[in-house]
């Protein structure tokens, strides 16, 4: 092509750059399991996530995912909206470290970080699940790091086991008593050892290095005290644990939810005194179907509900696992749930299910939407 055709296509590049036409379009609506494009027009990048709303900014924390592999060869990401339909790309929040002493290692595992905000020390508190490099699941730590910024850089505290030395609030003395190991109960899902996973086998067995932590959550209390949400003993029963005042450390005073009732993804909210968990089962990657705990106080008791998702493709949580469910600032009972449909061909194409709750004699219920906006709640 000679050069004098091509100045104007240049300077009609040029032009399409300087006026933004290239920019990613502003969005309005939600539309569950398509393609969700920041302000760079890339597919958002944070998986896994959690929400955290400040001073009139939504955050949306999650895991990088590349093409090949779901560990952590970046870290956590953090995204931000004032809408919540567009984000911009905040980049790194936490990043993964180069020093193969570190244990968050790149190549190492960081799954489901959230965020919270301390209130009295001013910190942005990050916990996550961690797992060491090539040790696959079994290291089953959390992970915490500090920020004095939403959006970071977080500064890398601890990964560790849960309250190494404390026993649940509800094991009864019993319990805490028996003499029995994991080996005494015979095979697994044998109805022998299921009682022993209630009777708190692997609380006993993991007592003084602490118990094991996989998926969680966090969540803040009207009062401000916060507890970390995480499927421990082998992702057999759920465990909520308190945390210290800044939000740091774990306080020892925790207890378990369904011992033996095998639950993932804890998300949870408050509405009107009352507190919703939903939960999925177990099948690693693969979707199933979702469970709903309520209880009156967040230590206890919880009493289990059927799958709070109904319509087609309830039965599969519309083909997700949920994260977190954030509530909609400035709207009444407005809450958020938020899914992934996980990609293990190729993590970072994982999609997001995002969706309304509903609510029907008082219950969370939660509908498939093609495409949806927040005029849902009004
Ligand atoms: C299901 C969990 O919910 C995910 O976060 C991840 O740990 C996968 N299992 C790994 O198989």
Not at 58 to 85: I, M, P, Q, R
Request: glycine residues 8%.
């Amino acid at each position: 092509m000679e050069s004098k055709m091509l100045k104007p296509i240049f300077i009609a590049i040029f032009l399409l750059f300087a006026t933004g036409s290239f920019a990613q379009q502003k969005q309005n609506t939600v539309s569950p399991g398509e393609l969700w494009k920041d302000d760079q027009g890339n597919h958002i990048n944070a998986h896994g996530g959690g929400m955290l709303y400040h001073k009139g900014t939504y955050y949306w924390f999650g895991e990088h995912k590349g093409e090949k592999s779901n560990n952590a060869y970046v870290g956590v990401t953090c995204y931000s909206s004032k809408d919540l339909y567009n984000w911009k790309n905040e980049s790194v929040a936490l990043a993964v470290e180069d020093n193969p002493e570190s244990l968050i290692y790149k190549g190492c595992i960081i799954e489901r970080p959230k965020v919270i905000y301390n209130d009295q020390t001013k910190k942005f508190v990050m916990y996550f699940h961690s797992e060491l490099f090539r040790r696959g699941y079994e290291a089953a730590y959390t992970g915490v790091a500090v920020s004095d910024k939403a959006t970071g850089p977080y500064q890398f505290l601890s990964a560790a086991r849960v309250n190494p030395g404390y026993w649940p609030l509800n094991m009864s003395q019993d319990h805490r008593r028996l003499k029995l190991k994991a080996e005494d109960y015979g095979k697994w899902w044998t109805p022998k050892w299921r009682e022993g996973v209630e009777q708190g086998l692997f609380v006993r067995e993991n007592f003084y290095s602490g118990q094991m932590s996989r998926d969680m959550t966090l969540f803040v209390d009207d009062n401000g005290k916060a507890y970390q949400i995480y499927s421990s003993e082998e992702n057999l029963t759920l465990q909520i644990a308190e945390l210290s005042n800044d939000y740091t450390r774990h306080t020892g005073k925790y207890i378990r939810v369904e011992p033996g009732g095998h639950n993932e993804a804890p998300a949870i909210f408050k509405r009107n005194g009352k507190y919703f968990m939903i939960t999925s089962g177990c099948t690693g990657w693969d979707p199933n179907a979702a469970r709903l705990l309520v209880a009156d106080d967040i230590l206890g008791e919880w009493k289990l509900y059927p799958n709070p998702c109904v319509g087609a493709g309830a039965e599969l949580t519309f083909k997700s696992q949920g994260t977190y469910i954030f509530p909609v600032q400035g709207k009444k009972d407005a809450f958020i749930f938020m899914a992934d449909r996980w990609r293990p061909s190729n993590p970072i194409d994982g999609r997001y299910i995002w969706l309304p709750i509903q609510f029907e004699n008082d219950f969370p219920v939660i509908k498939w939407m093609d495409r949806w906006d927040l005029s849902v709640f009004n």
